[in-house]
């Protein structure tokens, strides 16, 4: 062999290996559907139920639209069920992936034929069942399928996942799958959350958050410097957007830089079923729960668990030295499109000022702020105006002000502080911002001996907080001691509003062998209000019981149900959201604390006495989104006890259900008449009020002439379908449909129809 025919097989072998392996580094898939390349849902985005683990393709509003293998497999597995994923095809690519279609109306006339074979064998409409591989072998590009709406869909679309040869779910979007898009993230809001007690935000050691303004460029500002010191952790609450549609989507990847340099980041690249409980360590659940949007954490505070969405060197938490500090947010979508958030963070621990009232005119009011031990400068401040029972009315507007030495004289008008209790939060030179300090005249202030005194607790990333809060100002020194056998701890507590009296966040454990807290209101005449504890600490690694102070409702943790210590109690609640469709039987009860997620579920039960022996009783707690809401009970009667299993910490009653489920409408309705050719499907609409259907072959029963159907049921929807192979034959026909709700509610009806 010569040199030049030795070079020429070289190199095309080379090229060959080439080719080889830019094929498989840019892998791209064929789309899986027909209906263009919109999303309704992407991967990773949070829901009550954990991550959407795939993304959502529009089918335009419809049903049938063609459903494509993206590659070259074939189909390993085949699902139809009522809820999940309803009609769904697993199809293993050659490539050692598989791609999981959901959600569909009907599968390719071949695999249809095979799935009616299945259906017939185990004689339901469920199945569950795998094929061998030479079996129903499909090119890239084939149709396989038509979109539906099946199963726990909320409208027409396909369900799509990409799952590696280990089974792991990983985004479509950035491994093979190709959607135009020019548009980066939309920023809405930036939080932070202090995470110890020598934590502080803005003169506040409560979490806060702080809007952001866009500029010219498009990138995102936070408004001013903020004032931190200690532990801190960052959420941010962020949206991706997509050209020609309305929907919001999950970013792929946010990057945290600290000073320039990169300091943590987060990618929402690779999941796994068996996770979707963390999801509410990964979204802000704090915020979730009090209704405040979805804020992607971007730390991992002590105890949560390790999900490969944070990179793994670091937690994202910040403890950073006294100064200024750059921080900066690049938020990407799947084809890289950037969005930057930029902040400053001044390190300082706050100050303290005194307040005090220096005259006033028939139009203004002048007031002396000075700082009780720093001697530096006060430049600013803000005044915010309360009414005597603690509702905030405006932001006062500072007339004049003036410098006197590291004071700062104020004026404001008269007609703005009335009877009015205010707040006073100053910033010095340095940029420190201020504890809340308060000032109100003589006249508003409440008499503290007769007054009533709330006592709230809870819970964040950093510890246990205690609130006082008197019903209306009070001109007096508030303190509070826990107490518990002969030890007497006093707790400093800070005045945060005018009526609300805060303590620095707790670690669970102080409260240990406590079985009081001591509220001290000082005065002329010393008032002490005691109040019972009936709280219970938690700790992961056990299993414990926690029971309401009357006894009737308890819950008990599993091992990780949470993964820090918590300080756990049960609280009845005076006034609830209206029962449609039930009678309440027992107390409301509220589980604590609601603002603190479950790793794993925990076990809730309550009692009833006698008299609802014979009651059609079970458990149900209140969804925010789906109202009151069945739990699946048992009812140990020898013991009066109803038990079931609780996912969050939600309001929870024994309610009784003794309505029965509706008929709403069908096709084919009630003495119809049809053209044997027209009528090709069944289609029956039933609803609940309360309890709802179990989506499971159990809850139904439908004959048509006397024999079962395997009938489709969307729970969503509540509609009870079924597709004639072949035409009715002349005559009188009858369709029969038994319903039971999940409390033994029954429906019964007969349909009669005509064809000819």
Not at 302 to 327: A, C, F, Q, R, W
Not at 512 to 524: F, K, P, T
Not at 710 to 723: E, G, R, T, V, W
Not at 743 to 753: P, S
Request: charged share 25%; hydrophobic share 35%.
């Amino acid at each position: 062999m010569n040199y030049f025919t030795s070079y020429i097989k070289t190199t095309i072998r080379d090229f060959s290996l080439l080719l080889f392996l830019c094929s498989a580094i840019g892998q791209e898939y064929s789309w899986p559907a027909g209906s263009g390349k919109h999303l309704s849902s992407n991967f990773g985005e949070f829901r009550t139920t954990g991550y959407h683990l795939g993304i959502d393709v529009k089918t335009k509003g419809t049903e049938g639209i063609s459903i494509y293998a993206i590659d070259d497999g074939h189909i390993a597995r085949v699902v139809t069920n009522y809820s999940g994923f309803g009609r769904a095809l697993y199809l293993k690519l050659d490539d050692g992936k598989t791609a999981v279609y959901a959600h569909l109306s009907k599968f390719e006339p071949n695999l249809e034929e095979r799935l009616k074979e299945e259906q017939e064998k185990v004689d339901s409409y469920v199945t569950n069942f795998y094929l061998k591989p030479n079996e129903f072998r499909f090119s890239k590009n084939d149709i396989i399928a038509y979109s539906g709406n099946t199963g726990f869909s909320f409208g027409p679309h396909l369900h799509f996942e990409l799952r590696d040869e280990n089974g792991m779910v990983i985004n479509p979007l950035t491994n093979g799958l190709d959607q135009p898009d020019r548009l980066a993230a939309i920023v809405e809001e930036l939080a932070i959350t202090p995470l110890s007690k020598d934590s502080w935000v803005n003169g506040n050691q409560l979490p806060q958050n702080f809007p952001v303004f866009r500029d010219k460029k498009g990138e995102y500002h936070l408004a001013d410097t903020i004032n931190v010191f200690g532990k801190i952790g960052l959420s941010v609450k962020t949206h991706d957007k997509r050209e020609g549609a309305n929907n919001k989507y999950q970013p792929h990847r946010i990057e945290i830089y600290l000073n320039q340099e990169i300091f943590h980041s987060l990618k929402f690249e690779k999941l796994n079923y068996n996770w979707q409980s963390t999801a509410n360590y990964i979204n802000d659940y704090r915020n979730s729960r009090l209704n405040l949007g979805d804020f992607i954490k971007l730390y991992r505070n002590y105890g949560d668990p390790t999900v490969p969405i944070h990179s793994l060197e670091t937690d994202g938490t910040l403890d950073l030295n006294k100064g200024y500090h750059k921080i900066k947010l690049v938020i990407y979508d799947a084809k890289e499109n950037a969005r930057v958030v930029h902040g400053t963070l001044f390190v300082m621990n706050p100050f303290e000022v005194d307040v005090t009232k220096l005259g006033e005119t028939s139009e203004l009011v002048s007031f002396l702020l000075q700082p009780k031990s720093l001697a530096i400068p006060i430049k600013s401040a803000i005044i915010y105006a309360f009414t005597p029972y603690g509702f905030a009315e405006e932001n006062v507007g500072i007339v004049s002000s003036e410098n006197v030495e590291s004071g700062l004289i104020v004026a404001v008008q008269k007609k703005q502080i009335g009877k009015k209790a205010l707040q006073f939060i100053a910033q010095n030179d340095i940029g420190t911002i201020s504890t809340p300090v308060h000032w109100a005249n003589q006249s508003i202030s409440g008499d503290h001996l007769s007054l009533s005194y709330n006592l709230d607790i809870s819970q964040t990333d950093a510890g246990v907080y205690l609130q006082i809060q008197p019903e209306k100002y009070i001109d007096e020194k508030v303190s509070l001691r826990l107490k518990g056998g002969f030890q007497y701890i006093t707790i400093p507590i800070n005045q945060i509003q005018p009526n609300v009296y805060l303590t620095a966040p707790l670690d669970p454990n102080e409260f240990r062998d406590v079985n009081q807290i001591e509220a001290i209101i000082s005065g002329n005449i010393e008032r002490q209000i005691l109040y019972k504890f009936p709280f219970t600490i938690v700790q992961p690694d056990s299993s414990i019981t926690i029971i309401s102070e009357d006894g009737s409702c308890s819950i008990k943790s599993q091992k990780n149900s949470f993964t820090d210590n918590i300080l756990s109690w049960i609280e009845p609640v005076h006034k609830h959201p209206t029962i449609k469709g039930g009678r309440l039987l027992s107390r409301v009860y509220q589980l604590q604390p609601f603002e603190r997620p479950l790793l794993e579920p925990m076990g809730v039960a309550m009692r009833y006495t006698r008299k609802l022996d014979n009651k059609k009783k079970h458990l149900y707690y209140y969804d925010k989104k789906e109202g009151w809401t069945f739990v699946k009970t048992r009812d140990i009667s020898d013991r009066r006890v109803l038990i079931g299993e609780v996912k969050h910490l939600d309001a929870i009653a024994i309610i009784e259900d003794n309505t029965p489920p509706r008929f709403i409408r069908s096709y084919p309705g009630h003495g119809g008449k049809f053209p044997a050719l027209e009528l090709n499907s069944f289609r029956i609409s039933i609803d609940d009020d309360l309890s709802g259907f179990e989506p499971k072959p159990s809850s139904f029963d439908v004959t048509l002439d006397g024999k079962r159907l395997h009938y489709a049921f969307q729970p969503k929807l509540k509609i009870l379908s079924y597709d004639l192979e072949k035409p009715l034959q002349t005559g009188k026909h009858s369709i029969e449909i038994k319903a039971s709700d999940q409390a033994g509610n029954k429906l019964q009806k007969i349909i009669e129809f005509e064809i000819y």
